[in-house]
């Protein structure tokens, strides 16, 4: 039936032809069995989202409570819900700063497309209508609708067919310090991009540009880190040129790197804006969020006669954001977010010692973040040819041994739960390490390597 009638996100019509899908039936903590009762340990995290786990009844009764209570109850214009109006403050109490307004969104798309209109209305608001161009960076990846796809800019992603916002984004080199120029250390990659950044502004016109998107660390492009420093100079750069930075925390936000928001706690910079998802329910539903500052509000508030034209059905969806307060409290009750930098740091150090292997380029990120570069050599860095597609072929070995990392291209990447013990970060190290030892001498074998 699903092979039949069901098209799935970002799929490959190829080898789903040829292979179908595998049916998920169950899932406990990190655990996933799927319907023919094998047990897979999700170091995926779901699609870097199920940080508290699966399968808690907690979650369950949040969620049927709020269902027999009210199970729907629109949030537009002046009208409101309890659980709505709960976590609106709760996530200005957890966000940085003066970022203390909540707009509900579906997803994390629709979070990032709301974040990119508002930049828009803000400057208008603030007599700079001419600020409509946008800056984000190369590998990011922001979502799937429209606008938020042609914000992100993956290699690979774009089809010429479709129609993405061809003007008013422009994107940057990203930090990713292993890919600098040949010969660049991390401080003089750090100085290149930041002069790149006042070279395209300069290009542009400052006076034209409203918005800066950045993850934190760059998730989906391949977990890249940026070099120490460089969000607060790209920051303090937007400030000069009131350009509004918008932390892209899809991924980053609710302990994933210990923190509720990575912006401030990790990286010391104070976002204008800040798109979350994922996390704040765990993936037990659907629910985005995009905070923002008193600043903002009150710019736009000022211009009282025109309306927010924007916002979703489902916007402050009651029985989502019950989802989230219960989310959250239980992060809190158990300090999933100290158990992520304690456990995170062993995680880290286990993988990162799987750079010790031949064919292990890099292994970067932070925590719960992380990602194995494979390469062809280790010296120059050069990849493997495309079509061996290494990543899912250790995705697909490790799969076998009952463990789901994430192939993307020549990377596997991994966001387990942040409720991952030392145990597992044992179990998960060594079946990696297994599986790309045993993809290495099958590629030597078949002549590649
Ligand atoms: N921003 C980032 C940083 C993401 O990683 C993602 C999803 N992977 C999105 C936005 C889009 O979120 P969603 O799939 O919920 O629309």
Redesign the pocket.
């Known amino acids: 039936m699903d092979k039949a009638h069901h098209l799935h996100p970002w799929t490959n019509f190829g080898p789903f032809e040829e292979k179908g899908a595998l049916v998920m039936s169950r899932g406990e903590g990190c655990w996933l069995w799927d319907a023919g009762g094998r047990r897979y340990f999700d170091a995926i995290g779901g699609?870097?989202c199920t940080n508290i786990g699966l399968g808690r009844r907690e979650m369950a009764e949040a969620i049927a409570d709020q269902v027999t209570r009210l199970a729907f109850s629109n949030t537009f214009v002046d009208t409101t819900n309890e659980p709505a109006a709960l976590l609106a403050a709760k996530l200005a109490s957890l966000a940085p700063g003066d970022l203390n307004r909540v707009h509900f969104t579906t997803?994390?798309?629709?979070?990032?497309d709301t974040a990119y209109r508002m930049v828009h209305y803000y400057q208008t608001a603030m007599g700079r209508p001419e600020k409509t161009q946008m800056i984000a960076r190369d590998y990011?990846?922001?979502?799937?609708?429209y606008i938020?796809q042609s914000v992100?800019k993956r290699p690979g992603d774009r089809v010429p067919f479709f129609r993405y916002q061809e003007t008013g984004i422009h994107h940057l080199t990203a930090p990713n310090p292993y890919r600098a120029p040949e010969g660049m250390d991390e401080a003089a990659f750090c100085d290149w991009l930041v002069a790149e950044f006042g070279a395209k502004l300069a290009q542009i016109g400052p006076e034209k540009v409203g918005g800066f998107f950045a993850?934190p660390i760059q998730?989906?492009g391949g977990v890249i880190v940026p070099p120490e420093g460089y969000l607060q100079r790209m920051a303090a750069i937007c400030r000069q040129h009131d350009i509004l930075f918008v932390a892209?925390?899809?991924?980053t936000a609710f302990g994933r790197l210990g923190h509720w928001f990575a912006s401030e706690a990790e990286f010391g910079i104070q976002p204008d804006m800040i798109?979350c998802?994922?996390g704040l329910t765990s993936g037990y539903l659907?629910l985005?969020a995009l905070i923002f500052s008193d600043r903002i509000w009150q710019a736009m508030a000022a211009d009282g006669a025109r309306w927010f034209t924007s916002g979703f059905t489902y916007s402050g969806h009651p029985v989502a954001c019950a989802a989230a307060l219960k989310n959250i409290e239980i992060i809190e009750r158990e300090d999933l977010l100290g158990n992520a930098t304690r456990v995170g740091a062993l995680f880290e150090a286990r993988m990162k010692a799987l750079e010790a292997l031949p064919m292990v380029g890099q292994v970067r990120g932070r925590k719960l973040m992380i990602c194995v570069e494979n390469v062809a050599d280790k010296a120059t860095r050069a990849l493997l040819p495309e079509d061996l597609d290494v990543g899912t072929r250790i995705a697909d070995t490790c799969e076998a041994m009952g463990l789901m990392v994430r192939p993307l291209g020549h990377l596997n990447v991994m966001s387990p739960p942040l409720t991952l013990t030392a145990e597992d970060v044992g179990m998960v190290g060594d079946t990696l390490e297994r599986a790309i030892r045993q993809v290495a001498d099958d590629l030597v074998r078949e002549g590649v390597k």
């Open positions: 699609m870097w997803s994390g798309s629709t979070a990032v990011s990846y922001h979502g799937s609708t938020s992100g993850e998730a989906s892209d925390e899809v991924v798109t998802a994922k659907p985005g």
